[in-house]
C-alpha cells in the first residue's frame, strides 16, 4: 500500500504561486462586530464619518477562506504557528479590499514519537480600491499529525 | 485607555506599556469566530479538541493578538498608529482564564524623518507563562 503524503500535491502545487483570496467591501459594522468580539471599545474605531478599523481587523479578510484551505488540506492538528503583520494605509468603511495569498514554503519533518509535522508559510496582501498597499501578513501555519504511527 | 497623547520625545526604553487584562469568556470565542471566520471546530467543541490531542476548547491565537495590538493601539494614542505586530503563537490560552497582556519600549528610532517606537509584549496566563509574544513597531507624533 502507498503511504499517503502527508502534504498534498494540490497543496504542494500551489507553493510559489499567488491567487485571489476575495474582494470585500468594508462596512462600518464589520468593524464593530470585529471590536465587540475583541472587547476593544476605543472610540477612534467607532468614529462614524472619519472612522478606521484597528490595523489587526485585516487578518478577518479571507480568514475563513484561508481557515477552510488549511483545514481542508490538513484534516489532522493544525494551529497557529506565527503572524507577521504590517500595515501601510488604515482601512476604512466604504474601502474596497482585495486579499490575495501566496505560499511561500512547506517544510514537513517528522518529529517526536514518528509523527509528521509541517510548516507552512503564507504572505498575504491587502489593497484597496485604488490599488495602494494596506497590509501584508506573512502566517506561518503549524500542522501535526496525531494518529498514532 | 487612554485618551491622552503619548509623543515620541517622551518615551523612553524601558517604559511600560499600561497592561491590559482580558478574560475571553465561551461567547467571547463565539464572536470571534463570527467576526473572523475562524470556524475551526478546536475553539468551540470539546470532543473534537481531544480528537486533536488538545486539553479542551482552546483560545483563538489570533484573537489573543488582537488583544496584543489593543494594548499596542491604547498605549500609541489616538494619534499613533500600530505599523507592525509579529505573534509567535507559543503556547494555549483557555476560555474563562485571565489573560494579562504586558509590554514595554525596547528601543526608539527616526527613520525618513518618522518616530518609531519598538516595543516588546506578551500575553501572560495565570500560570505566569507568555503564551504569545510579540514584537511591534509604533509609530508616534512628535511634540516638533
Known sequence: MTEQPYVSDELRNRQGTQWAIG???????????????????NPRWQAVTDG??????????????????????FPDGLLHGATDLETH???????VIETSINLSNIRERRGAENKMNAFVI??????NQRSELVAT???TMTAYETKDV | MSDSQIYYEDVAVEDEL?????????????????????????????????????PGVIVHGQLVACFLGQLATDWAGPDGSVKRLACSYRGINFPGQTITCRGHVTGKYTEEGQNYVKCGLWAE????????TAKAVIWLPSRG
Not at chain 2, 496566563?125 to 504569545?132: K, L
Open chain 1, 89 to 95: 494605509l488604515p482601512v476604512r468603511p466604504r474601502d
Open chain 2, 125 to 132: 496566563n495565570p500560570a505566569g507563562e507568555n503564551t504569545v
Open chain 1, 137 to 139: 501578513c506573512r502566517q
Open chain 1, 52 to 73: 478606521e478599523a484597528p490595523p489587526t481587523f485585516v487578518l478577518t479578510l479571507g480568514g475563513e477562506q484561508f481557515g477552510e484551505l488549511m483545514q481542508n488540506s
Open chain 2, 18 to 54: 499600561t497592561p491590559l487584562v482580558k478574560k475571553p469568556t465561551p461567547r467571547q470565542l463565539v464572536k470571534w469566530a463570527g467576526a473572523s471566520g475562524d470556524y475551526f471546530a478546536i475553539h468551540y467543541d470539546k470532543d473534537f479538541s481531544a480528537t486533536k490531542g488538545l
Open chain 1, 122 to 127: 503564507f504572505n498575504l496582501t491587502y489593497q
Open chain 1, 23 to 41: 474582494s470585500f467591501l468594508i462596512e462600518k459594522g464589520m468593524i464593530t462586530r470585529f471590536c465587540r468580539a475583541v472587547g476593544d471599545n
